[in-house]
C-alpha cells in the first residue's frame, strides 16, 4: 500500500529526514512514533503528498506520487482520510456539513443520498443525532470522532491519523484507540498513525516505525519495539531525560550566528 525508498528532506541546508525507507502493507496499522523533532509530522506530510523530498521516492497504492500529475493526484486523495490533529472542522459549517464537504466536492450525489451516507458514518463513531451541532458546541474527544467521520466518509483505502489522541484524557484516548481498531476492522482499511503517546500506540499497532533525529531506529512488531536493545529507543519507552552536551566551540559559533546547521555532541 505505501512503499518509501531512501526518502531524505532537507529546509535549506538543515536536513530532516534522512534516508527513510520503510513499507506499510494492506489491512495493517503501522504507527509511527519518536521524541518532539523527531521527523514524525514531516514524514506524513510527504506521505499525503504535502510536501516533496529531496531525493527518494514515495509509492502510494502502486503510484509514485512524485510523478503524478495535479489531477492524477486530485484522484489519488479519493482513496486517502486524512484525520488531522486538531480535527480541523469548518467552524463555520455544522457537524454533518463538515463530513458532507467531500462528497458534494468529489460526487454527484443526490441530498437525501449524502445525508444517509453521514448518519452512517456518525453511527461508525458513536455520534449519532449530533450532525445538526456547530463544532463550538463538541467536547474534544467529539472533535476528534467528527474529524474521523469527515477521514472515512469516501470510504478510503488509506487513512492516515496525526496525533489522534493528544491533549485528550485517557478514557477518550482509550475509546479512540478502539474506533481506529473498529474502523480497520469495519471498512477494511490501511492505517497509519502518527504518535507518540505510548499506551495508544502499543494498543492499535500491527507495526511501529520509530523515528529518531530524522532517521529509523528500528521498525517491527509492539513485542519487537519493546524488547529492542537499543538505548534511544528504551530511553524513550521509559521516558528517561538524556541531556545532550553540545561541543564548547560549536555552541559557542551558535551564540554568535557562526555555527552550520548541524552541529555534534560529545
Known amino acids: 500500500m505505501i512503499e518509501v525508498t531512501d526518502l531524505t528532506t532537507h529546509y535549506g541546508s538543515r536536513k530532516i529526514l534522512n534516508a527513510i525507507s520503510l513499507t506499510v502493507n494492506k489491512g495493517e496499522i503501522m504507527v509511527i512514533m519518536g521524541g518532539s523533532g523527531s521527523g514524525k509530522s514531516t514524514l506524513l506530510r510527504h506521505l499525503i503528498g504535502l510536501e516533496h523530498p529531496s531525493c527518494g521516492s514515495i509509492t502510494l497504492l502502486g503510484q509514485n506520487i512524485a510523478r503524478m500529475t495535479e489531477q492524477d493526484m486530485t484522484q489519488l486523495y479519493r482513496k486517502l482520510g486524512v484525520a488531522f490533529q486538531s480535527g480541523a472542522l469548518f467552524s463555520s459549517m455544522t457537524v454533518g456539513e463538515n463530513i458532507m464537504l467531500p462528497l458534494r466536492e ?70 479512540l484507540d478502539e474506533l481506529i481498531l473498529r474502523l480497520r476492522e469495519a471498512l477494511d482499511m490501511t492505517i497509519v498513525v502518527v504518535t507518540h503517546e505510548l499506551e495508544s500506540a502499543f494498543r492499535i499497532a500491527d507495526r511501529i516505525t520509530v523515528l529518531d533525529k530524522g532517521a529509523i531506529l528500528t521498525i517491527g512488531s509492539v513485542e519487537e519495539v519493546r524488547a529492542s536493545g537499543n538505548k534511544r529507543i528504551q530511553d524513550l519507552l521509559n521516558r528517561n531525560f538524556e541531556e545532550e552536551i553540545l561541543n564548547p566551540n560549536e555552541y559557542l559559533a551558535r551564540l554568535t550566528g557562526e555555527a552550520e546547521d548541524t552541529l555534534s555532541y560529545v
Open 106 to 175: 468529489h460526487t454527484k450525489l443526490d441530498q437525501k443520498t449524502m445525508e444517509i451516507m453521514v448518519r452512517l458514518k456518525l453511527e461508525v463513531v458513536n455520534m449519532a443525532g449530533f450532525e445538526d451541532l456547530m463544532p463550538s458546541e463538541l467536547s474534544g474527544g467529539m472533535l476528534k470522532r467528527a474529524a474521523f467521520a469527515r477521514a472515512v466518509i469516501m470510504d478510503p483505502v488509506l487513512l492516515f491519523c496525526d496525533e489522534p489522541s493528544a491533549g485528550l484524557d485517557p478514557v477518550v484516548s482509550s475509546a
